[in-house]
């Protein structure tokens, strides 16, 4: 078996910080697609990049009843890939959507989601994970801080950061209602948790993120260096960010939910290998090993 070299260790004895490596944008200038050259320039720089209407009004209202028929359908409720939120026993997430659903299936598809990826990561793309997110009022609790590529190397075996999420706002975002906040340029620096993984870690991190959490120091320090972007917006906005930026989401004590389709594309030039800091893989749900490109 090819040994791959780790470039971002990681759940050590302590916390390390290693600079990035890997390009952000991995497209060559003037490539096709839908983002211009400035917008690139922007990820680039900052890690993210926020469109105000990525999907119309119209499409909004379907993929929202899309969410409604899935979360209140039993079945659904009851399979493992639907994650429960502790204290309300509400449905919090509903994982691999894209694979329930045609529609969201459709969604992954578009021209205008897949092809923004495509242009980011200069390649073709695959799945690596998809969700639905439903924040209702009065008590959704929120993520706290970290990169999503930590968890991704360490428990998935993605090598590389060739990653790039959307999300796709299916409610307003206020920015008083758990919205998602991100440190901009906090994505050139890859920080290594202390700690080992627990098995079976997964899942207790789908209702709140314990293993892979970085210390009060480093993150004032990334907060002070980098300053903190709250992301708020109509429905069908979206928000572009690389897989190693330093994010999170408060609770949300509002009456008004936010609910968003949340599409993971990975690189088929960064498959997944065997975990860096975990005994074992996540499930396929969580992580893809179905490396078959987006059509």
Not at 120 to 128: E, Q, T
Request: proline share 7%.
């Amino acid at each position: 078996m090819t040994t791959v070299t780790d470039l971002y260790p990681t759940r050590g004895a302590v916390e390390v910080a290693t600079p990035r490596v890997d390009p952000v944008v991995w497209s060559e200038p003037g490539a096709p697609g839908p983002l211009q050259p400035s917008e690139l320039s922007d990820f680039d720089r900052d890690g993210f990049l926020a469109i105000d209407q990525l999907i119309t009004p119209d499409e909004v209202a379907v993929y929202r009843a899309e969410l409604d028929r899935l979360v209140t359908d039993p079945d659904v409720r009851a399979d493992e890939r639907s994650i429960i939120e502790p204290k309300s026993r509400d449905v919090r997430s509903v994982f691999e959507v894209h694979r329930i659903s045609e529609v969201f299936a459709n969604l992954v598809r578009d021209p205008r989601v897949v092809g923004r990826a495509r242009q980011i990561l200069g390649s073709d793309v695959y799945v690596h994970q998809s969700r639905i997110n439903v924040k209702p009022g009065f008590g959704a609790s929120g993520f706290y801080w970290h990169s999503d590529f930590e968890t991704w190397h360490a428990e998935d075996g993605l090598p590389n950061m060739r990653t790039v999420s959307v999300s796709i706002a299916l409610t307003e975002n206020f920015d008083t209602n758990g919205g998602l906040m991100i440190m901009p340029g906090s994505h050139r620096t890859f920080l290594g948790c202390e700690g080992a993984t627990p098995k079976d870690n997964y899942k207790r991190s789908l209702q709140m993120q314990d293993a892979g959490i970085p210390s009060n120091e480093a993150l004032t320090g990334f907060a002070d260096k980098h300053g903190i972007k709250l992301f708020t917006g109509l429905a069908g906005s979206a928000t572009w960010f690389d897989c190693n930026c330093m994010h999170g989401s408060g609770d949300n004590i509002t009456p008004y939910s936010r609910s968003n389709v949340f599409i993971v594309f990975n690189s088929v030039e960064n498959t997944a290998v065997e975990p860096f800091a975990a005994p074992v893989r996540r499930p396929e749900f969580i992580g893809a090993r179905d490396f078959t490109p987006v059509r």
